[in-house]
């Protein structure tokens, strides 16, 4: 009877044994597969959205004038000033990165430049006032690095630098005249045939904007390098200098991109 109930406790100890460790080893799996669905599901590996080519239209206000020496006609009596026009194109976004774009533009812009001359001669008060307005048919290409402001609201700061060509399309220049306040016939000639102004153009384009989802808005500078005089100014100038007059201009715009 003893060896009967030793046998039996035994078997039940045995039994209770290989239950526990089954169930032991059941848990260790479905820790062990848990563990793995989630190291897998870590280790998932996200790339960043590629960027695409975009295009944009622009408008903007120019506030042009003219660099150089063109204050100096006449021994120095001309102040120079800004004169309002307009801009207005296309521009495509070149992805190169994530976050810098290669930006060419095409362009018809309105420039020119103000100028006033006044002078007390024989008890004769002469006053001068030069207008002049020259359209460009204009291109230019700018190295465009971003920098996010707002990724939730896709808000970007834009530095842009780069390079412009322009060709001049028709423009004219305008001369008014007065003697103690009394105007004479104004005279008008062709910006860049009689008005003695080449019709080339080029220089650097420096500016900074800001972009909100497809939204832009942004201002830029320009400084002509190319001296856009013919040498008929020569004889207006102080004797041994050469005229040299560059294009300034600001613009300040908006536009949209797709």
Not at 130 to 149: G, M, W
Not at 151 to 164: D, E, H, R, V
Not at 222 to 251: C, H, Y
Request: aromatic share 12%; proline share 3%; with cysteine.
């Amino acid at each position: 009877m003893r060896k009967t109930f030793i046998t039996l406790t035994l078997l039940v100890g045995c039994i209770f044994a290989s239950q526990h460790a089954i169930a032991q080893t059941d848990s260790e799996n479905s820790a062990r597969e848990a563990f793995a669905s989630t190291t897998k599901e870590n280790s998932t590996i996200t790339y960043p959205e590629k960027r695409k080519v975009g295009f944009g239209l622009r408008g903007s206000v120019n506030f042009a004038s003219l660099g150089g020496n063109f204050d100096n006609i006449g021994g120095g009596i001309y102040d120079t000033g800004s004169k309002a026009g307009f801009s207005g194109g296309f521009i495509i976004d070149i992805p190169l990165t994530n976050n810098l774009y290669l930006q060419p533009g095409t362009f018809l812009s309105l420039k020119g430049f103000t100028a006033e001359a006044k002078a007390y001669v024989n008890a004769v008060n002469y006053k001068e006032k030069t207008t002049a307005s020259s359209l460009y048919f204009q291109e230019q290409i700018l190295l465009s690095p971003r920098i996010d402001l707002d990724k939730k609201y896709n808000i970007q700061l834009q530095i842009n630098a780069g390079l412009y060509l322009a060709v001049g399309v028709s423009g004219t220049i305008k001369v008014e005249e007065y003697e103690n306040g009394y105007k004479s016939p104004s005279t008008e000639a062709d910006y860049f045939d009689d008005g003695g102004f080449k019709a080339f153009d080029a220089g650097l384009v420096l500016g900074t904007a800001v972009t909100f989802d497809n939204f832009y808005i942004g201002m830029q500078y320009e400084i002509g390098l190319v001296n856009t005089a013919e040498k008929q100014w020569t004889a207006a100038l102080p004797a041994g200098k050469d005229p040299n007059f560059t294009n300034r201009n600001l613009s300040v715009g908006i536009g949209i991109n797709f």
